[in-house]
């Protein structure tokens, strides 16, 4: 079984995807965290992509469908992924299909995060990402807490969190990635989700629905919830 998580900038998939991993032992991918990866170790394909991601525009299709099969075929993952931020394109979401084919794999549901624009905007602006242990917080709405014993959160910025730029990542949004959503409502996988409540509330809705898509994966969530 594996997920999308669909949804504009700043809907909150990275935080929910987060949760979703912990409480169903399951693997989120973000293409956008292994682009940033390229680009802070300094690779030639992060050189490639560094003005492309600041500007708020798509990296290629053949640059994230090869991240992504270099993940989806790998047997550790096998039909326990949750993918974040990808598809973002009709060709995408065509080559993750043959991809799911190819290594014998199951979409089993699409959570699109449904958001109010100017709100997400501020959501984005105050977010914060902990460099050490990659967890994402929000300075007005999620605040992060130190656990004892736990990581001491460094937290950083993105350099495309700000305003202009957010605004094209919108644009590019609504004109290459919105489509996608008809493709999967044919298929009915689509789960809408309104994505302004409180974190706590999306989860336990989206928790609900997971659960109900597998009695195994149910199993995992009582027992990691002990
Ligand atoms: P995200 O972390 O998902 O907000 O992505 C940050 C940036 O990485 C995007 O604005 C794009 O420039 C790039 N990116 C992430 N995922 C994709 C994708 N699936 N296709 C193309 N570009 C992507």
Redesign the pocket.
């Given at each position: 079984m594996n997920i999308i998580l669909f949804g504009p900038?700043g809907a909150g998939k990275g935080t929910q995807g987060d949760y979703l991993v912990k409480d169903f032992n399951l693997f989120k991918i973000?293409?956008?965290?292994l682009?940033r990866k390229e680009i802070d170790n300094k690779t030639s394909l992060g050189n490639e992509i560094k003005s492309?991601?600041e500007r708020?525009?798509?990296?290629s299709d053949n640059i994230?469908n090869r991240l992504i099969e270099n993940v989806l075929s790998d047997k550790k993952y096998y039909n326990r992924l949750i993918f974040?931020?990808?598809?973002?394109?009709i060709n995408?979401t065509q080559k993750l299909d043959e991809m799911i084919i190819k290594y014998d794999q199951k979409i089993s549901c699409v959570l699109s995060l449904k958001v109010d624009q100017e709100i997400v905007t501020k959501r984005i602006l105050g977010r914060q990402i902990c460099s050490k242990c990659g967890l994402i917080f929000n300075k007005f709405f999620n605040p992060p807490k130190v656990v004892e014993n736990k990581c001491e959160h460094d937290l950083t910025t993105r350099s495309?969190d700000n305003v202009d730029i957010i605004k094209k990542?919108f644009k590019t949004y609504h004109q290459e990635t919105l489509p996608i959503l008809s493709y999967y409502q044919k298929q009915n996988l689509l789960h809408e989700i309104d994505g302004m409540k409180e974190i706590g509330i999306i989860y336990k809705e989206i928790g609900g629905i997971i659960k109900g898509l597998d009695t195994w994966l149910y199993i995992i969530y009582l027992y990691n919830e002990q």
């Open positions: 900038p973000s293409t956008g965290d682009l492309i991601i708020g525009s798509l990296v994230t974040d931020g990808y598809p973002r394109t995408q495309d990542r």
